[in-house]
């Protein structure tokens, strides 16, 4: 059994690889702050808490486990907190992975997957946006992201580290079993903010902006479940086990939907009436962002399984109308 140690392992996307990773005979390392994450999360393989920076920490899980790869999942990502707050941002999301990286350099470690974002991209110049599109975020998490895949390039071509960096769009939905979910506080993503207002946790759901040019007005974003990026984070492992030095990939399931579309098809499900109301636009929203993720489809053959927006919600709105107090219910 190889170990994978999973750096934000106690969050909402690393909570949910560990188990996809302990289902496909991996052992899961967690390194976790809980700052954001939860230890309820953490249920497959050993537990440390403390965060990437600690080189003692990192050094003693080294030497403990024969770790095969790292996956790194522990990045802040609050886009508007980055804009207020950006030392905050490079501190955790710059600094601490070179930490990280110069560690597995001295331990040999050389097989690195990084949780990137569509938010390198910037204002998008063509959609979908594919791999080739030019890298100029504009804000300082998208340039965090960017700045670690630049770091990753830079220790390949000088140390020989191998690694995949994966630019999510909009990660959504929750485990189909129903154990694992969504739980940030604060809250900012569409889906639990919707299912929230369905359990009535909240009056209603605001919507920033109905005058943009798409089919309602509202934007439009690509929703990508959590099991679907697991399994590219899976098979992105096994290439570079098996030999692959590296490469990056769009996760997104190739179509967008609307705020409202969001909304109503919540509503559908839930069975529930789910009030909304237009706010102002946000500063850097753009009206329409979907993914191509036919290179991933083509290099690691990747196969999204949960693709549809009603998948999608229903495996949400299963955990949270279970859990409506998040981990903690």
Request: proline letters at 5%; a negative charge; aromatic letters at 10%.
């Amino acid at each position: 059994m190889r170990n994978i140690l999973v750096v934000g392992g106690a969050g909402y996307i690393g909570s949910y690889m560990c188990k996809y990773l302990s289902k496909h005979g991996y052992q899961p390392i967690v390194l976790d702050s809980l700052v954001y994450g939860h230890r309820e999360a953490v249920k497959w393989g050993p537990f440390f808490e403390g965060t990437m920076s600690n080189a003692d920490l990192l050094n003693r899980i080294f030497s403990t486990y024969q770790v095969s790869a790292v996956m790194h999942f522990a990045a802040f990502c609050y886009v508007g907190e980055s804009v207020t707050e950006p030392a905050k941002y490079y501190r955790n999301n710059v600094s601490s992975p070179l930490t990280l990286l110069e560690t597995m350099r001295e331990q040999k470690v050389n097989n690195f997957i990084f949780s990137s974002s569509c938010a390198t991209y910037g204002e998008p110049l063509e959609i979908p946006i594919s791999e080739a599109h030019p890298q100029h975020p504009i804000n300082p998490y998208g340039r965090t992201k960017l700045m670690v895949e630049q770091m990753l390039a830079d220790f390949g071509n000088a140390y020989g580290l191998k690694s995949v960096s994966l630019r999510y769009f909009n990660a959504a939905g929750a485990d189909p079993e129903g154990e694992l979910g969504e739980d940030h506080q604060p809250e900012t993503h569409i889906i639990p903010l919707v299912l929230q207002t369905a359990l009535g946790q909240r009056e209603s759901v605001s919507i920033f902006g109905d005058d943009y040019p798409t089919k309602d007005g509202t934007c439009i974003r690509d929703y990508i479940h959590i099991a679907d990026l697991a399994q590219a984070h899976l098979l992105a492992l096994e290439k570079l086990l098996d030999g692959m030095s590296g490469g990056q990939y769009n996760l997104g399931n190739g179509d967008g939907h609307s705020v409202k579309e969001v909304i109503e098809t919540a509503g559908k499900i839930t069975g529930m009436t789910i009030p909304s109301k237009i706010t102002e636009r946000r500063a850097g929203d753009p009206a329409v962002l979907i993914g191509s993720s036919q290179k991933a489809m083509r290099e690691l053959g990747w196969k999204p399984e949960f693709a549809s927006l009603e998948t999608i919600i229903e495996t949400a709105w299963n955990w949270h109308k279970n859990h409506p107090g998040g981990y903690v219910s």
